[in-house]
Every structure is written in structure tokens, then in C-alpha cells.
């Protein structure tokens, strides 16, 4: 992380993938470690990244802010169209 997105962002999409323990807690310490340096943006569906920010005690002390987007296709084209 230090030289990928230092002074920048980190967007990890689908962050529910991230496979292993050990991936976790590296993450965890990296954004602990670089707090000042990098911003880190995890997206994925609603219900996988609730179980992704329970995977790990520290996570959710981390995460500052959750935005949650509405489903855009259902609101804005009738339903039984394909875009």
C-alpha cells in the first residue's frame, strides 16, 4: 500500500474477495500505519461487505464512513427492460 496509493486512494471493488487472515490483518496494519497517507475505498454489494466488515474485530473500528447507493437500475428504468 505505502508505495501503491501513498498521498492518493486505494479502491478495492468486490473487498468481500479479499481471501485469508493474514490478507486482513496486513490490510488493517497498513491502514493503521498510513492513516495520514492513504485513502482506502472498499465497494462491493450490501449484504457480502457486512460479512466482510465482520471478518475482523478491527475492521469496523476503521471504517470511518459507509455509503450506501440505491439501486439505480431498479429506480430509474421500468421493469422488464433490458439496458
Keep these: 500500500m505505502r ?13 468481500y474477495s479479499l481471501q485469508g487472515e493474514i490478507t486482513i490483518t496486513t ?6 500505519n498510513h492513516r495520514e497517507d492513504v485513502i482506502v475505498i472498499f465497494a462491493g454489494y450490501p449484504e457480502p461487505m457486512q460479512g466482510f466488515l ?3 474485530l478491527g475492521m469496523r473500528s476503521r471504517i470511518v464512513f459507509q455509503v450506501k447507493f440505491e439501486d439505480y437500475y431498479s429506480q430509474n428504468f421500468p421493469a422488464g427492460r433490458n439496458a
Design 27 to 32: 490490510l488493517l496494519r497498513e491502514m493503521e
Design 3 to 15: 508505495e501503491v496509493a501513498k498521498g492518493g486512494v486505494l479502491f478495492i471493488d468486490e473487498a
Design 54 to 56: 465482520d471478518r475482523n
